[in-house]
């Protein structure tokens, strides 16, 4: 047994273990002895199945340490522009490695096991955790006997393995600085630095399970119309007959209205595409097997689909998320994980969603915006990926618009007449089984999948944010018809940017009283619609900004 005397100087030794960089290590040897004693705190560590998947290179020379600071080098420059411009100034200012200072590096690899272990059968990641537990063992240690330890992460793990000869199945899980120093911060560096504030143990912690997730509040301010009259006469007084711009004259006038600005500017374009899959997509109701829905992730990802296409032609950045997936991707792929389970439920048989999944979803869309919004962004489109989402679209199309599901139903990804007359009836059924929920919110839990309560609290997100929001298709639609039913003021920040071939498409345009920029028979969903409709809108923004008055061209006007 431990003293409580012991124990606090355990607890001394965590409270006060630091990430040391910079130049804040001494050129003071470690002796053989004390580098051992850490290393073989390592080796005490818990491992799964007692499989010790752990390797060890320890690196003195100086060539080498050379090879690896210009691998974090040119890793550090691409990271410089992953946060928004006050924490990229911030970032760029920072020393975060001491490599080249520190007397030891310490590279820590996880070697597999070629056969099963014992416990990780089902959960694969938990040898890799096992080599976590060691470097923690080593860190803590390593303070114990004065000895700091900075942990660098900016590094492309195959360019160290290759620099260091390490086996192919080998993963590089740290890359360590360890040495002496001249004193220990109070508080880590990051912490001094405001980059983020230590949490607090309420804020981590739950008891026998999480709290369910309430939605947040959305904050949308109707657009002022202080300007208006002043927009609608720069826009009256361009070099052209009154209205002879039709369309675009309004869209000038909302997106002054949106920025309260006479000089309205398109920053930053994003069209986010939330992908996931449906449990009715098992009844019937789609031409494509579930499959697809995870394929078509990959394309996007592969730059393979048409809104790959159309975003490249437009300049417009694009991001895929994985909202529900019934898919468990590769780790390093270029897909933002919001995962709120593998799919919905089928709503023949049971609720598509609990209330708190569908809570989860909508914050968790706002969150991916307000992400996006602090790159400078001030324009978003929302497309979506998911085999059977046209089947919630037209249940909440006909729930949220009072319209018989009959003229809410399309052929979706193709179906036949026999197909779509399926559809139907299993539509119907569902809608007998659970009835008209009271809210648009239970029935976006009842009837709705997880990428349209990702793109409903996006819309909302994106408008309190005071963003542009182009609205695509019929799916996207169906969001927003939730997104207004929960704050009617989102609509001022809206533009519908095509009407969709799926059947329900102009009734529910219809039943929110606005019309779409283009209608070219489309029926693809992705944010297709939206992309391709955005240089209408820059165009919009541009006669607004650059097109010459009557007065500034000396042209007579008709009066």
């Known amino acids: 047994m431990f003293s409580e005397e012991e124990a606090k100087i355990l607890e001394e030794i965590i409270l006060h273990r630091r990430d040391v960089r910079g130049n804040r290590f001494l050129s003071t040897t470690i002796g053989d002895d004390i580098i051992e004693k850490i290393l073989i705190s390592a080796l005490n560590a818990p491992s799964v199945g007692y499989s010790q998947p752990w390797e060890f290179v320890v690196v003195k020379d100086k060539t080498i340490k050379e090879q690896i600071r210009k691998s974090f080098n040119e890793e550090n420059f691409k990271a410089t522009g ?32 070629k056969s099963a272990v014992l416990g990780q059968t089902t959960m694969k990641e938990v040898g890799l955790y096992s080599v976590v537990c060691a470097i923690q063992n080593m860190w803590l240690t390593a303070r114990a006997y004065n000895v700091g330890i900075g942990w660098v992460s900016i590094l492309e793990p195959e360019k160290v393995k290759q620099i260091l000869n390490a086996p192919p199945d080998n993963q590089l899980v740290a890359y360590l600085c360890l040495g002496y120093v001249e004193e220990f911060l109070d508080k880590p560096e990051l912490e001094i630095l405001n980059w983020d504030k230590r949490k607090f143990l309420p804020e981590v912690t739950f008891y026998e399970k999480y709290k369910a997730e309430p939605m947040k509040s959305f904050h949308i301010e109707p657009v002022s119309k202080a300007l208006e009259a002043d927009l609608q006469h720069k826009i009256d007084f361009k070099t052209k007959p009154l209205g002879a711009l039709g369309q675009l004259e309004k869209l000038a006038l909302k997106i002054g209205l949106i920025q309260n600005s006479l000089f309205p500017k398109l920053k930053n374009p994003h069209i986010v595409v939330f992908a996931a899959d449906h449990g009715i997509a098992k009844e019937g109701v789609s031409a494509y097997p579930q499959e697809v829905t995870f394929q078509m992730v990959m394309n996007f990802v592969g730059g393979g689909a048409a809104i790959n296409v159309f975003c490249k032609q437009n300049n417009i950045d694009i991001k895929v998320v994985d909202a529900g997936v019934n898919f468990k991707f590769p780790p390093g792929i270029n897909i933002i994980n919001s995962k709120i389970g593998m799919g919905t439920k089928s709503f023949l048989q049971e609720p598509a969603m609990t209330l ?204």
């Open 356 to 559: 708190e999944e569908a809570n989860k979803a909508i914050n968790s869309g706002a969150n991916i915006v307000n992400e996006i919004h602090k790159s400078g962004s001030n324009v978003i489109g929302f497309g979506e990926m998911g085999i059977g989402n046209t089947s919630s679209a037209s249940v909440l199309m006909s729930m949220l618009c009072n319209i018989p599901i009959e003229e809410c139903v399309g052929k979706g990804t193709g179906l036949d007449e026999k197909g779509l007359k399926q559809k139907i009836e299993i539509l119907s059924a569902s809608i007998k089984k659970h009835g008209k929920p009271a809210t648009a919110l239970q029935a976006l839990a009842t009837y709705g999948g997880f990428e349209i309560a990702h793109i409903c609290g996006a819309m909302l997100q994106a408008a309190e944010n005071k963003m542009l929001i182009l609205v695509d298709g019929f799916i996207s639609t169906s969001a927003f018809l939730v997104a207004y039913n929960i704050n009617p003021n989102i609509m001022d920040y809206a533009v519908f940017c095509h009407q969709s071939d799926e059947n329900g498409h102009a009734k529910m345009l219809k039943h929110l009283n606005v019309s779409s920029l283009l209608n070219l028979n489309m029926r693809l969903g992705e944010g297709t619609g939206a992309a391709i409709a955005y240089p209408i809108i820059k165009a919009a923004v541009s006669f607004l900004n650059e097109m010459a008055s009557f007065e500034s061209a000396g042209v007579s006007n008709k009066d």
């Open 82 to 113: 992953l946060f928004d411009k006050e924490k990229s100034d911030k970032y760029a200012k920072m020393k975060l490695e001491g490599i080249l200072e520190a007397p030891v590096n310490l590279a820590v690899f996880y070697k597999p096991s």
